[in-house]
């Protein structure tokens, strides 16, 4: 047990230089992480006697933000005070003084603390004025450090005092308050950026349940990304296959671990790589800050490579930025990248090329949003479209024939179709339309018939249809145009009138008011 008894600490860095932190390129998030780093090293070096004392215990941090309840809009109410709380195993007195001065780095600097950094530039960043209240575990003391810019900026002082408590040896915690906010300090919009960013940074703790994460009251998690399961594009097929590459790999004294894979669908979000270090995610941990080595993923953010492949890789060897959110000897990453090329190009498992080639078919889903659009719309979009066919027929000849209707489609057929029905009133009597998605025949568009009413439009537009491999998958505008020749073609029928011209009147006249 130690109850050493420490006064002061030092501070000493030149006073002036506490007014500059805060212009130090960084983001809130990264800077957040940086007491995550503390806690997160702290409960690795006291690992064994935290489950000793505990067996059940598991490291909890917990990050509040507090917002100037004086602004009514979100976009304008900023942070006030940050409060960031652990039951880590605490600063030791053996630490104590070392953490608190500027630039001096712990001896062993093999951990997530190794610049000495972290605490002091990090708060200062964030505020002016900041408290730590530290419980080192089996120490007799918790020990207080109040820290004021003002106050030592305008006296010069190279030491702060340090408020000594008694406590008991097995209480363990750091806590850490941060007022009197700098410039950088965010608006509450941006608390689930700060969220998703932190979350992604210490996926890694997140998968293992090394730590809980809360950032106000929230329980951080880290959503996996869908990995393709598909038949090699060069026989669809073949058998589907997970298209995910574990990687171990060594290049003189660098490493790299992890898997690089395809994406299931594409998702600018989602794609590049994200490097690790020491379990912590350094770059990537921003849906905007992916790495994408050209030997990889090549020089076009157009291609489908560019925007399938995706990976996590930690990295050995490598130095990183003081503030960790980049890798420093970026030639041999480069080279590193190259090496690994190759890796991912197994005569049996060449995710290169089949990012490169494998197109999915998402025609089924492209449908059902299409739908879900259209059956979610309003009800006031719902108003009967009307007609009056009398000025269009008085400019063609009236048909003599009766009018033909195709036989319903098969119901096999049938992909997906809107549930809630168009209303088309034609000269004063009322029809609805239904329209449904097929997968098969030789027509892009036809009409059908309803089977419980004689008076219903259906029309039938054919997504498999070679029309829609040549211009693309379906589209809202393509349908509203189908959707207004079936309601054409069938009010020439109604009336009597199957010329061309009738047609393309009616068609005119209702694509003014056609909505998906």
């Not at 040896?169 to 941006?190: G, M, R, V």
């Not at 293992?208 to 393709?228: G, S």
């Not at 979000?269 to 050209?294: H, M």
């Not at 008076?455 to 393509?478: L, S």
Request: proline share 5%; aromatic share 8%; glycine share 6%.
């Amino acid at each position: 047990m130690s109850d050493v008894i420490i006064d002061k600490v030092s501070v000493r860095i030149g006073s002036q230089m506490y007014g500059r932190f805060e212009d130090l390129p960084n983001t809130v998030p990264h800077v957040l992480a940086e007491f995550v780093d503390n806690a997160l090293q702290s409960f690795r070096d006291s690992k064994e006697a935290l489950l000793a004392l505990d067996p059940n215990y598991k490291l909890r941090v917990v990050i509040r933000i507090l917002w100037d309840e004086t602004e009514t809009k979100m976009s304008q109410r900023k942070a006030t005070q940050f409060m960031i709380e652990d039951n880590a195993g605490g600063i030791a007195a053996s630490r104590f003084v070392n953490a608190f001065e500027p630039a001096n780095a712990p001896d062993d600097n093999t951990g997530l603390n190794e610049f000495g950094m972290g605490l002091k530039t990090a708060a200062c960043w964030l505020g002016n004025n900041w408290i730590v209240h530290t419980k080192a575990l089996g120490e007799g003391v918790s020990r207080i450090v109040r820290f004021d810019q003002n106050v030592v900026t305008k006296n010069n002082l190279e030491e702060v005092d340090v408020k000594t408590e008694p406590a008991k040896p097995e209480e363990h915690f750091t806590k850490i308050e941060i007022s009197a906010p700098t410039k950088n300090i965010p608006t509450e919009k941006s608390l689930q950026k700060i969220k998703t960013e932190l979350a992604s940074i210490y996926r890694n703790s997140l998968r293992n349940q090394e730590m809980d994460l809360y950032v106000n009251n929230e329980p951080l998690e880290f959503t996996e990304y869908a990995i393709l399961n598909a038949p090699y594009y060069k026989d669809m097929e073949g058998p589907s296959k997970l298209w995910k590459k574990d990687i171990d790999f060594q290049f003189g004294s660098y490493k790299a671990k992890g898997f690089i894979g395809i994406l299931k669908e594409l998702k600018s979000t989602q794609n590049g790589l994200v490097l690790s270090r020491r379990g912590r995610v350094i770059i990537g941990a921003e849906e905007d800050g992916r790495y994408f080595p050209k030997s990889i993923f090549g020089s076009s953010p157009g291609t489908f490579r560019f925007k399938r492949i995706f990976g996590e890789l930690e990295l050995e060897g490598f130095a990183v930025s003081f503030n960790k959110n980049d890798i420093q000897d970026k030639e041999n990453l480069e080279m590193l990248m190259e090496a690994l090329r190759d890796e991912l190009r197994d005569k049996d498992s060449d995710i290169l090329a089949q990012a490169d080639n494998y197109r999915a078919d998402n025609t089924a889903r492209l449908v059902k949003k299409i739908v879900s659009r259209h059956d979610e719309a309003p009800k006031t979009k719902r108003t009967p479209v009307s007609i009056d066919t009398k000025p269009i027929e008085e400019k063609a000849k009236v048909a003599e024939i009766q009018p033909v209707i195709p036989e319903p489609v098969p119901e096999e057929n049938i992909i997906n179709e809107f549930k809630q029905p168009d209303f088309y009133d034609i000269n004063g009597k009322l029809h609805r339309m239904i329209v449904k998605f097929i997968d098969e025949g030789s027509d892009l568009c036809w009409l059908g018939v309803a089977k419980d009413d004689p008076d219903a439009i259906v029309c039938n537009i054919n997504v498999k249809h070679d029309f829609f491999k040549v211009f693309g998958e379906p589209t809202d505008p393509v349908i509203a145009l189908l959707k207004t020749l079936a309601v054409a073609r069938y009010t020439t029928e109604a009336v009597n009138n199957k010329t061309a011209m009738a047609m393309m009147d009616f068609f005119n006249e209702y694509i003014k008011k056609t909505k998906v």
